[in-house]
């Protein structure tokens, strides 16, 4: 059975970076009562930068790690709710911005949090057939623009970021995953075009519900995919970067040993889709991800939508 296999990583983010004190001055909030509730010290917001920019920046900053230039990628997938325009895709902007051949394979998807993950089971689809056998995948989310900043239960919560994976097919490897949905247009939303509000709303409680219930049984799912008996029997888990207090609640269900759950939302919030992949690099660059590491990542929000990978590095 093949697998997708990762060969390198890239992050881009916008210069400003907006802390709880700064959106103290907006709304009735503090750096002690975000954190607490949160894990969140601060983001990063655009302040000029477009979303197909922070694309761009991430994956060149990928290809140039895998040694690969853009002739050679086959498939270009951008996971996101927050594009720069309707139409076109930034996938098919990111072609143009690149120089991939005309013949890549381009579009966007929306599984918001869980997009990453969807783009990664997607390319692994895509790579068979494609005309060539590289994809770049990237998570982008300019999440400022659909803020209401006046609301200080959703705008402490988010930032923006693109992060970037350079994929092939790897069929030595093999991989486990686990997708769902559910219809529920009353826990997270964004209005559509054309509709106003054009910003996030969102009911905690029901998400943080959600989260905590999903997140545990994909992982339980994937142990059970794996034949292994605990999460500890693992060298890493990367959840959706949402929020501290939900990470810590799986982790404790599951008896996870401490700093098993990697977390990075004190500096960057909620990214969506971006979450995972920036993550991810991260840890490739601060040299904490080896070569045949067994590591589970799960996405999960808006749709709502789930979905958890079991791979190795």
């Not at 930034?90 to 990453?116: K, S, V, Y």
């Not at 959840?239 to 501290?244: G, P």
Request: with cysteine; glycine share 10%; hydrophobic share 40%.
């Amino acid at each position: 059975m093949s697998a997708p296999r990762i060969l390198a990583t890239g992050r881009c983010l916008p210069a400003r970076v907006v802390t709880n004190e700064d959106l103290s001055r907006r709304v009735d909030t503090s750096d002690e009562w975000v954190f607490s509730r949160t894990g969140i010290h601060s983001r990063h917001f655009c302040a000029g930068e477009t979303g197909l920019e922070l694309a761009e920046g991430a994956a060149r900053q990928g290809l140039e790690r895998a040694g690969l230039t853009p002739a050679e990628v086959g498939v270009c997938l951008v996971g996101t709710f927050t594009p720069d325009f309707a139409s076109p895709s930034m996938a098919c902007l990111l072609q143009q911005r690149l120089g991939l051949p005309e013949d890549t394979l381009c579009f966007d998807l929306n599984a918001a949090c869980a997009g990453f993950l969807y783009g990664m089971k997607t390319a692994h689809a895509l790579l068979p057939d494609a005309p060539r056998p590289y994809a770049l995948l990237v998570g982008c989310e300019v999440i400022s623009r659909v803020l209401d900043m006046d609301d200080r239960n959703t705008c402490v919560l988010f930032g923006d970021g693109a992060g970037a994976a350079v994929l092939c097919r790897d069929e030595a490897g093999g991989w486990h995953t686990v997708f769902g949905s559910r219809g529920d247009p009353q826990s997270i939303w964004v209005q559509g075009p054309g509709q106003e509000p054009a910003a996030v709303h969102m009911d905690g409680k029901n998400v943080f519900r959600f989260a905590v219930e999903v997140v545990e049984g994909s992982i339980r799912q994937l142990l059970a995919a794996e034949g292994l008996d605990s999460v500890n029997d693992l060298d890493l888990v990367v959840c959706h970067q949402a929020n501290a207090r939900i990470i810590d609640h799986v982790a404790k269900k599951l008896r996870a040993r401490e700093g098993l759950f990697y977390k990075n939302m004190d500096r960057y919030g909620n990214t969506s889709a971006a979450s995972i992949p920036i993550a991810l690099d991260e840890l490739s660059q601060a040299g904490a991800l080896r070569p045949g590491m067994r590591l589970v990542t799960v996405g999960f929000g808006g749709g709502l939508t789930w979905a958890g990978a079991l791979l190795r590095w």
